[in-house]
């Protein structure tokens, strides 16, 4: 069946500019997450969402990042201000349940001029 | 705090050598451990979970152990295709729950 998707692949902005970026998961998955990976890292956690709820966004650095899933399926994370620093990819993940393996998307990479 | 940490961060290997990665976990109460393997440009890719000390998973080449500190990513007789970034992860009642916390990652390349 289809994979997590995640739109766009690339984005491009200008410093202080506002970002949208997509993401689908898998059909029947309850539990959705969001990551930001830099390079030569591992992803780091920003927020996870059972059903329409966000039910820990312990991970999201400031109040410029919000994300919301208000059907339940798919979910939007919102950067205001974009800084040079928000540079990374973002990858989405979802799961069956909360305990159940994540499963990935191929990210948006972000860059901020 | 969980934190994880991967060893070593490079590894060449010449197609056939078997070799083992490295991964070294503290957190408060494990729920799992995971395996991903991820190629440049792409998202993480599931490989294994483990719940308990003493458990083990193969698939193909790959086999994954779990101790009460570490876990190890057993590759046996690689193949090029097998080169990748191999990422652990644990998961733990820590705020919430459900987050995995990852390492940074072993960068494996297999060469002929």
């Known amino acids: 069946g289809a994979g997590v998707s995640q739109t766009p692949s690339n984005k491009v902005t200008e410093k202080g500019k506002y970002v949208e970026l997509r993401c689908d998961p898998i059909s029947g998955h309850t539990a959705l997450y969001w990551y930001r990976q830099s390079l030569g890292q591992g992803p780091e956690f920003l927020i996870y969402f059972q059903g329409t709820g966000a039910a820990d966004d312990s991970g999201l650095p400031n109040d410029r990042f919000f994300a919301v899933r208000p059907e339940g399926s798919v979910s939007t994370l919102k950067i205001q201000r974009t800084e040079r620093g928000d540079s990374a990819v973002y990858l989405c993940a979802s799961s069956l349940g909360p305990s159940n393996e994540q499963f990935f998307g191929p990210g948006t990479r972000l860059t901020v001029l | 705090e969980d934190q994880v940490t991967q060893s070593p961060e490079a590894l060449r290997l010449q197609e056939g050598e078997s070799s083992s990665l490295n991964c070294s976990y503290t957190?408060?109460?494990?729920?799992?451990l995971f395996w991903y393997r991820q190629d440049p440009g792409k998202g993480p890719e599931f490989l294994f979970t483990l719940y308990s000390a003493g458990e083990e998973k193969e698939k193909e080449r790959l086999k994954a152990t779990l101790t009460k500190k570490e876990s190890f990513l057993h590759i046996t007789a690689p193949k090029p295709e097998d080169s990748a970034t191999y990422l652990c992860a644990v998961q733990s009642p820590t705020g919430g729950g459900n987050k995995l916390t990852f390492g940074t990652g072993t960068q494996l390349k297999v060469e002929l």
């Open positions: 957190v408060s109460g494990l729920r799992g």
